[in-house]
């Protein structure tokens, strides 16, 4: 109470002419006694709502700690997985492509001896770009030159 300035109201009710000052000095000062309690109180009961929505706050991120750690182990469970299909499939193309080029090989020393006729190494129809293949008359002089 002397912090609030209890102290100040007995002198005040002392100085009074003693025609009942010191009587309303004492309920002034339980008046602010009393607000000072109920402010107090309201203090406590904030505080101890503020308390409890933090401890909830704790508790929900600690549910999401959980849940996330788990989402986390079952996604690097899911990319190990991945990965080794996508190693499995890599071994799998070059294997392909290693028998691919094995065919066209093959392809290539069956389809001819490296003479003219074959046509190794000269573009084909297909893949000749425009004006590289001849016009008609380039190859119907290809056939009669041949006949000749």
Same mark, same amino acid.
């Given at each position: 109470a002397a912090a609030n300035g209890g102290a100040a109201?007995?002198?005040?009710g002392a100085a009074g002419t003693g025609n009942g000052n010191a009587g309303s000095g004492e309920v002034w000062m339980d008046e602010?006694? $009393?607000?000072?309690?109920?402010?107090?109180? /309201?203090?406590?009961? /904030?505080?101890r709502r503020s308390r409890l929505r933090k401890?909830?706050?704790?508790? *929900?991120?600690?549910?999401? @700690?959980?849940?996330?750690s788990t989402?986390?182990?079952? $996604?690097?469970?899911e990319l190990d997985r991945l990965k080794e299909a996508c190693a499995a499939l890599?071994?799998?193309n070059s294997m392909l492509t290693g028998k691919l080029k094995a065919l066209n090989g093959d392809a290539t020393a069956v389809k001819?001896?490296?003479?003219?006729?074959?046509? @190794?190494?000269?573009? /084909?129809?297909k893949k000749a770009?425009?004006? *590289?293949?001849?016009?008609?008359?380039?190859?119907? *002089?290809a056939v009669e030159g041949a006949a000749a």
């Open positions: 109201a007995p002198a005040a602010r006694e $009393l607000k000072r309690q109920r402010r107090k109180q /309201s203090n406590r009961e /904030s505080a401890q909830a706050e704790c508790e *929900e991120l600690g549910g999401r @700690v959980d849940a996330l989402e986390n182990i079952t $996604l690097r469970a890599n071994e799998d001819g001896d490296g003479d003219a006729a074959d046509g @190794v190494g000269e573009p /084909s129809p770009k425009k004006g *590289e293949r001849g016009g008609e008359k380039g190859a119907e *002089e």
